[in-house]
């Protein structure tokens, strides 16, 4: 049985939303005259699928739990739709919600070590567009927004063109399997079944990613290994649980050719030397395939889920 953890919180969630989907019937079984729970809505459920497809686990014979989400584009859309049905949002927001998951990427540092930084919308303006681009004069700014405006909106349309499925492996070169050309993953690792506390300090330069030739790539970030200075764990020694992100450039050496592409069968993420296992491999075999929506707005029946619950 496939177990989800969810990151910071201390329990283990097995099949919950499934569970409280049978409850839900149990009560309207039994008549009992309590308040009806309300059971997972489809885009809630889709979301559970999609997190299986992109999730892998291992636990090592020294009791230490490591768990890796892929995070594909096609999951990030799955999660904002799961999200903005629970929270029962309009259309219109969810669609808000997306492009604020674009601006993040679009906008965020990148280092310039590995030449990401091109990845910064601002620099691509500079460099493609007006390489006199003037940031404290109001009128270029304001161009430079309806320009980078008119970059989210060719995407988001992208996304939900309609001749495809809306959870697919390609959008485009930079939002199909990865996020703005990275390849991002949500790491979480616990000792609650250990004995031992390891050194984690330096986890995330411990990470790597392996593609199916066997080339090794490490992580990239503007806080070493990591994204961001908040995605390094607190802890220096890990007791209890601990969650971390880890970008990769979706380039080989030469920064051309992709490490995933539409060729590609297979990628790992190894976690080295953490506890007494010399390596933890999560392997993914591509491409994943994503089961389908149960719709494209958030207008359905709570009860109509559309999809197959898994076995």
Same mark, same amino acid.
């Given at each position: ?14 099949w919950r ?6 409850a839900?019937?149990?009560a309207l079984v039994?008549g009992c ?5 309300k ?6 459920v ?6 299986r497809?992109?999730n892998?686990s ?21 999660r ?6 629970k929270?029962g ?14 601006y993040?990427f ?11 930084d091109i ?13 006199q ?10 161009q430079f ?5 008119e970059y989210?909106r ?11 499925p809306? &959870? /697919?492996s ?6 199909? $399997? =990865? +996020?703005?050309?990275r390849?991002?993953?949500?790491? *979480?690792?616990?000792s609650?079944?250990?004995? &031992? /506390?390891p050194q ?5 330069? $411990? =990470? +790597? ?5 066997g080339?090794? *790539?490490?992580p ?6 990591y994204?961001y200075e ?6 220096d ?17 030469d ?6 592409s ?5 990628i ?6 953490l506890?007494s296992e010399?390596?933890r491999?999560?392997?993914?075999n591509?491409?994943l ?21 898994p076995?």
């Amino acid at each position: 049985m496939l177990t989800r953890r969810h990151p910071g919180v201390n329990v283990t969630i097995r099949w919950r939303r499934v569970l409280v989907l049978a409850a839900w019937v149990a009560a309207l079984v039994s008549g009992c005259g309590r308040e009806e729970e309300k059971p997972p809505g489809p885009f809630e459920v889709t979301e559970d699928i999609v997190w299986r497809v992109v999730n892998r686990s291992h636990t090592g014979a020294d009791g230490i739990f490591a768990q890796a989400t892929f995070r594909t584009f096609a999951y990030e859309v799955s999660r904002l739709y799961a999200e903005a049905e629970k929270a029962g949002l309009e259309h219109e927001q969810l669609q808000s919600r997306l492009r604020e998951l674009v601006y993040a990427f679009i906008d965020g540092s990148y280092p310039m070590e590995d030449g990401t930084d091109i990845n910064n919308l601002y620099f691509q303006y500079l460099i493609y567009v007006n390489d006199q681009f003037d940031l404290t004069n109001p009128l270029e700014r304001a161009q430079f927004n309806v320009w980078r405006g008119e970059y989210v909106r060719r995407l988001l349309g992208i996304v939900s063109d309609r001749k495809y499925p809306l &959870l /697919r492996s390609t959008y485009d070169e930079r939002w199909g $399997r =990865t +996020c703005y050309s990275r390849l991002v993953f949500t790491v *979480y690792i616990s000792s609650q079944e250990s004995e &031992l /506390r390891p050194q984690i300090a330096d986890i995330g330069a $411990r =990470t +790597c990613l392996i593609d199916e030739e066997g080339n090794r *790539y490490l992580p990239s970030g503007t806080a070493g290994p990591y994204p961001y200075e908040f995605d390094r764990p607190e802890m220096d020694v890990l007791d209890g649980e601990v969650v971390y992100r880890v970008f990769f450039p979706n380039r080989r050496a030469d920064r051309k050719t992709p490490i995933v592409s539409d060729e590609s069968k297979k990628i790992e993420l190894v976690i080295e030397r953490l506890g007494s296992e010399p390596e933890r491999r999560l392997t993914w075999n591509l491409p994943l395939q994503y089961p389908e929506m149960p719709g494209r707005r958030l207008n359905l029946s709570s009860l109509d889920t559309g999809v197959q619950l898994p076995k």
